[in-house]
């Protein structure tokens, strides 16, 4: 799915590729993402942190694969042929990096008001609360969006806030 | 002009900086009053061909500058003028001043004109100055001094191969014609050389002519007609004063139409049409010789016929054509491995192109700081990745500097220290190995140990100075912040040096050694893997993971012996080996690998790396092959102990070890 293939879409719109991960949806930038495969093994890179699942071969390239349950602390679950792995790539300082994050399931393509988009709720570490793009509503369900670069780069542990009690919809 | 010139232009800039480093390597060669004329040839058929180049480009300042050099260089070539110090270094000045022109082109800048404007009117001054000496041919006319004369008379006689070399001689005539309009010139023809009908070659040019302009026209204007035929005939310029002309002709305003104006001497007026768009990328090129171009194609071919010879068996196979199939996978992985090795060879350049600058720097260097210095260059034939050759050039420069500022001395201190005035310096480069090797070496006072302590101290970066040999002291110069210089001279001792030199060495998978003895000199010692690319590895197997041990670091492999092992007390396991203990490396440990490693059965990995001998502790030896290295930091980051990536033949991917990293890692990890 490259950026060619994206509509034109009116100025306030952003399309966005959600993915399921124990039981919450997750948004990112469709144009962040360059292709979505499936779970292959790995090799694993030395005294890595264990988020990083290790690298693949993509098409000559060397690609990390980073368990986004592990990076956001939840429980890990055992791969599945049906576990899928989208390929992103970031845009840094250093050019443009290629990472790849284990998700459960990929689930819908949205295109999102910048309007409707919410603050997420305060995080106690005010710096690393960067790689949440913010809340949205879609169809009665709430869609938590990231923000790919951080989400990519950042060496910081990240932690989802509570969102149990949090409706966006009413804020 | 339909064709799109723009498609050449990255030819030019090639050309034109080679043409420059040309001029520059001569220069460096000419003396004062030098008779060389050889040496000024070559001179000046570069400045002649880059001015050539940038007038048909349409790079008039370019066109303009080098004319004034071109100018000056031909009265010089033709005798009018000896060779002065003054000359060669107004050349050398105009020769950077052209390279930094050049360069803005190429990046589709407008270029700064300040310094060229002033080196024009140094290089006018000279030429106004009248050097010529009275017995210079008068015939020959300087052309600066009377460049505007009331008309001219043209003796222009070919060589017998002007025809054979696709000129044509009235094609001038006829140019110079719609110069200044028909009326205003008249041929003569001398056939005098004219042979007998029988032994006429009609290939050959007998004739020769006398052209006369009654017109005011700048000679340069004249010149450029004759350009491309000046090497091939005899064309002498005599300038016709008031009296002899004749006639005056309204014609003149033609002029600034004529087909090349780059001579015009308006920079202002062409400032302005300089192409200043956005800043273009440029793409990198590279220039190689047609022969290996040749055996690539040779190659390919090879190539294209092993694998129809294959397709062929495996349209109707059966297990009789076994032995014919495998002679055909034999001599396709015999046509791959050629075809990589060449392909790598493209590449692969002489060393020469990174020390080429070094003459000019070490006169420029040496002169400013008072010292004599002969340099010497060996092993410039010694090839090198292309790559590796632009990376390698800063940290070159740097050195080159160090040991001028601070290793050589100048020639009072050297007389009295009994060595010859003039400081030796030399660049050498070999092949070792899978390395090449690049030695810079210095007569000089070498490292003052006790200074560099000193200094040491001073900054915090030793705690106990006695306890150290003195090759620990020399490794000091490379820790940041670092420098020993008294006074910060503009050439060298900022502080910022040696640990980047030695960081940009590493960086190229190389390392750097300084040898010295106080009084005798220095000699810095670089080692750099040939290639970036591709290198020879040992695949071995540790846990459930596969890893590349790159060939030229591994000593040998034995089995492993428990019993052997030493355990010192808080440090690393060491195991003698003959005559020497060996620090042993778990890598499970080092790689914190937990899955399956079950070491009964071990093999024990002997690598020499920058700090020693170490042993790697590996389940099983797996094959040898040549690797390409991929970019672990591209889509990553560094991680300790491995060097890159590759992708092995079933897809997968296997990190390569980086035996010097893993050692220093497993030191710190073990401390």
Known sequence: MSSEDVEVQASDEQQYLTFIMAEEEYGVDILAVQEIRGWEETTSIPNAPDYIQGVINLRGTIVPIMDLRRRFGLKPVEYSPITVVIILKVSTDQGEKVMGIVVDAVSDVYSIKHSDVRQPPDLNQDDNSDFLRGLVNVKDKMVILLDVGTLLTSRHPLELPSLSEYDPGHA | ?671
């Open chain 2, 1 to 671: 002009m339909s064709v799109d010139l723009s498609q050449f232009h990255q030819v030019f800039f090639e050309e034109s900086l080679e043409g420059l480093d040309i001029m520059e390597a001569q220069l460096l060669q000419l003396q004062a009053g030098s008779t060389d004329m050889e040496a000024v040839n070559t001179i000046f058929r570069a400045a002649h061909s880059i001015k050539g180049g940038a007038g048909t480009f349409g790079f008039a300042d370019v066109a303009q500058f080098t004319h004034l050099v071109e100018t000056l260089l031909d009265e010089i070539r033709a005798g009018q003028r000896p060779v002065t110090e003054h000359a060669i270094e107004l050349f050398l000045q105009s020769v950077d001043v052209l390279r930094a022109l050049l360069l803005a082109l190429q990046q589709g800048e407008r270029p700064d004109l300040s310094t060229a404007e002033q080196l024009k009117q140094e290089l006018q001054k000279v030429l106004d100055s009248s050097a010529v000496p009275e017995t210079a041919s008068t015939d020959v006319v300087p052309a600066a001094a009377q460049s505007s004369a009331q008309g001219w008379l043209i003796e222009f006689r070919p060589d017998v191969d002007l025809l054979r070399t696709g000129n044509e001689p009235f094609r001038m005539v006829r140019e110079i014609c719609e110069l200044v309009g028909q009326e205003a010139v008249t041929v003569e023809v001398d056939s005098s050389a004219l042979v007998d009908i029988q032994t006429l070659d009609p290939t050959s040019c007998y004739l020769s002519w006398q052209i006369r302009i009654d017109c005011a026209i700048e000679l340069s204007n004249l010149q450029e007609v004759f350009e491309w035929v000046e090497d091939e005939c005899d064309i002498r310029y005599q300038a016709l004063s008031q009296a002899h002309a004749t006639r005056d002709v309204p014609e003149l305003e033609a002029q600034p139409e004529a087909p090349v104006p780059a001579v015009e001497p308006e920079p202002l007026a062409v400032k302005e049409e300089v192409p200043a768009a956005a800043k273009r990328p440029v793409d990198a090129s590279i220039r190689v010789s047609i022969d290996k171009v040749d055996s690539l194609i040779n190659m390919v071919g090879e190539l294209v016929i092993t694998q129809s010879m294959l397709s062929q068996l495996g349209q109707d196979f059966d297990l009789s054509s076994l032995a014919r199939l495998q002679q055909g996978l034999m001599q396709l992985e015999q046509n791959t491995r050629e075809l990589q090795e060449n392909v790598m060879k493209i590449r692969m350049l002489p060393i020469s192109f990174a020390f080429s600058r070094f003459p000019r720097l070490v006169r420029d260097v040496g002169g400013q700081l008072g010292k004599q210095v002969q340099l010497k260059l060996m092993g410039e034939d010694t090839e090198l990745d292309k790559t590796v050759m632009e990376k390698i050039g800063d940290p070159l420069v740097h050195l080159v500097r160090n040991s001028l500022d601070h290793g050589l001395e100048t020639p009072e201190i050297r007389r009295q220290s009994g060595k010859s005035e003039v400081g030796h310096l030399t660049l050498n480069a070999y092949h070792q190995g899978g390395n090449i090797v690049i030695e810079i070496s210095d007569d000089g006072a070498g490292l003052n140990e006790e200074k560099i302590l000193r200094k040491a101290v001073e900054r915090g970066l030793v705690s106990v100075p006695e306890a150290l040999t003195p090759e620990e002291i020399h490794q000091l110069i490379f820790l940041p912040g670092f420098s020993t210089a008294d006074t910060v001279s503009d050439i060298s001792g900022r502080g910022v040096g040696m640990d980047v030199v030695k960081r940009n060495i590493q960086e190229l998978n190389g390392s750097i050694e300084v040898q010295s003895e106080q009084g005798v000199g220095s000699t810095f010692t670089i080692r750099l893997p040939l290639t970036l690319a591709i290198l020879d590895g040992q695949l071995v197997r540790v846990g459930n993971e596969k890893y590349v041990i790159p060939l030229v670091s591994i000593v040998e492999s034995i089995q492993l012996e428990p019993r052997n092992m030493n355990h010192i007390a808080g440090s690393q396991p060491v195991m003698p080996l003959r005559d020497e203990y060996i620090p042993i490396v778990c890598m499970k440990d080092v790689f914190s690998l937990t899955k399956n490693t079950d070491l009964s059965d071990a093999m024990l990995v002997i690598v020499d790396g920058e700090r020693g001998k170490v042993g790697l502790v590996v389940n099983e030896l797996l094959g040898q092959q040549q690797v390409v290295i991929k970019s672990l930091e591209q889509n990553y980051e560094r991680v300790p102990g491995i060097s890159g990536a590759t992708i092995l033949g079933d897809g997968t991917v296997a990190l390569i070890i980086d035996v010097t990293g893993l050692h220093k890692h497993s030191n710190e990890r073990a401390a």
